[in-house]
Structures are given as C-alpha cells and as structure tokens.
C-alpha cells in the first residue's frame, strides 16, 4: 500500500495511473468535496497546530495532507485510492499522495504536501491568480484562438481555463517535468476539455507552429534546491521569465499575445525584470503593457541572502501582442 517509486527509488511527486487518479479524483468530486489550496508558509502554520496532527475529514486529507485512520474514509474510497497509487502507509495511519485543489469550478489534482520534491507539481494561490490574469485578458480581447500554448504548465490550470473558454482551439500543454504532464493530461480529463495535448519542451522547442496566445507562469524565485517548479534562474530569479518573452516574440501569430504571470524582485525601488522584458518585446516589434498584480508577496524569502539587495517581490503581469 506505498506510493509509487520513481527510478531513484524515492515517491514520485505524482503518480503514474492517469487513469486511476480520474476515477479517484471524480469519486471525491461527487462528495461535493472543496478545498482552496494556500501557500506552503500558511499550510505549514496551520499543520503545525496540535489538534492537526491527524485528519478528521475528507479535506483533512486531499487538502490538508494529514495522515489519517482507513475507517475515516469509505472503503470504496480508500481502494480508489490504492489502485491508483496514490496511498502511502506511515506505521498505523495512511497519506494521500496527491492534493485536490478548487478552481475555476473545477477540480486539479496535484502534488501532496510537502511539494520539496525538485519535480513536484505545484499549485497554490499562484496559479489562481494566474488564471485570473489570463481569463481577464481573454475578456478584454475577446480574440479569435485557433492555437494558445501554457508554457511551464504545471497542473494545467491556465491552459485548461482557456481550453474551456475557446473550445475549438488547440490547447498545448508544455512543461519539461512529466510528473507535471501527467497531472495536467489528468485534470484536462477531468475538466472534459477537448483539443488540450501535452508536450515535453524546453519552452517551445520541441513544439512547432505559431501561436495565437501563449501564457504563462514560470518559476521566478532564487532557489538553492532548483526545484523546478520554483527555480526561475538567471539575474534575482528573472531567467525562465525572460526567456518566455523570447520565445513567445518568435512564436506569437499575427494579432497574437502573450500572458506572462511572474515576480519581480524590486530593488531600491527599480524593476530590472520590467526593463529587460519591455527592452525584448520592443525588439521583436511586440506592443506591451505590464502591471502590479500585487505590489509585496513573498516577504519571507528577502531573509535568504540572495535576496540581500531586493526591497520587495511584486507579482507582475506582463502582455505583449503582435500588431
């Protein structure tokens, strides 16, 4: 009754069973199971309180990750689980190995809690604020999509939203994780989206043609362990979302745009990543825009030493179109 093991031997961030993790993840939705997933900093405050310790209900135990006693759950539900590898025994209790979060009316299955893992499928109240950017933007445009592409999709959130909002597109999900492509193929199922397909990619190098909307949030944290759906790279995280801007400058259509959702380390009160990005798009003859979401997020990481010169880390929302 363990989780599935990867080549390195250790749980894999997310199981392999597509198929059985849509059947588990319907069987709870007909529940009426919710959960809105926080940030691992306020996930680890609330664990941390002693009457936690143990789950107590249905989100105790896809939301909140706490081990749990199998006659908490029905034993439909406990063998759904099992058959999809995503149960774990710790001495007497047992774990779920992934998370069921709510958005956008849906369920999304993703990576358990603690996501330390450098492959772990993340989601949190990041990816609801992407969306939102992308579904904003989508509402304000009102463009034709023949073709849009998530890069670094992770769980598939975005690129699900817009699937179910332009129904005749293709909708390319492009990550270089397949624990993150699996999960996306899983949630794109659950969402009864047609024309989403994935693909492993370094950007959008492995995927041909143009787009007539790519979006996007890729990691922009300094991360000593490189996890990979946190590690943006480059000059105070900036890496991976500049080299978005470049790919999406090589790939738009012809009216097309891209939504880049990402942080920006502010220093003595200067944007670095606002002034490579619009230097990018300038270059490739994109119009761009680009807007403070939220001027202070992440305040906790500026006691990293990395972070020894940034004042703030604002999330940030970058469009650009070709005319």
């Not at 993840?25 to 009426?32: C, K, L, M, W």
């Not at 926080?38 to 941390?48: F, G, I």
């Not at 936690?52 to 939301?63: C, H, I, K, T």
């Not at 293709?170 to 397909?197: F, M, Q």
Request: aromatic letters at 6%.
């Amino acid at each position: 009754m363990s989780s599935e093991t990867g080549a390195t031997g250790r749980p894999s961030p997310f199981p392999e069973d597509e198929a059985g993790l849509v059947a588990l993840a319907r069987a709870v939705r007909e529940t009426g199971y919710g959960f809105t997933t926080v940030t691992p900093a306020t996930h680890a405050r609330v664990v941390a309180r002693p009457r936690n310790a143990e789950a107590r209900s249905l989100r105790d135990v896809f939301g909140w990750s706490r081990p749990f006693r199998a006659d908490l759950l029905p034993d439909g539900l406990v063998r759904l689980m099992e058959a999809a590898g995503a149960l774990a025994r710790e001495g007497d209790l047992l774990r779920a190995t992934i998370r069921l979060s709510s958005l956008d009316d849906e369920l999304f299955a993703h990576s358990a809690y603690p996501p330390s893992a450098a492959d772990a499928v993340f989601f949190g109240p990041d990816t609801m604020r992407f969306v939102s950017a992308v579904l904003a933007h989508l509402d304000e445009r009102d463009q034709p999509v023949r073709r849009a592409a998530d890069i670094g999709c992770g769980s598939g959130a975005a690129g699900i939203a817009v699937a179910k909002r332009r129904p005749g597109a293709e909708t390319v999900l492009v990550d270089i994780n397949p624990a993150a492509l699996r999960a996306a193929r899983v949630n794109a199922r659950l969402a009864g989206t047609e024309g989403v397909v994935t693909r492993r990619s370094d950007m959008l190098r492995d995927v041909e043609g143009d787009f007539d909307l790519i979006v996007s949030n890729p990691p922009f944290m300094i991360d000593a362990s490189e996890r990979a759906y946190r590690h943006g790279g480059g000059p105070l995280g900036a890496g991976l979302s500049l080299a978005v801007v470049e790919a999406a400058a090589e790939r738009l259509a012809p009216r097309g745009s891209l939504v880049l959702f990402t942080g920006a380390a502010i220093v003595e009160g200067a944007d670095p990543f606002r002034e490579a990005a619009g230097a990018a798009c300038s270059r490739a003859g994109l119009d761009w825009s680009y807007r403070e979401f939220d001027p202070d997020e992440y305040g906790e990481e500026l006691d990293d030493p990395a972070y020894g010169e940034v004042e703030r880390i604002a999330l940030v929302v970058l469009t650009a179109t070709r005319p």
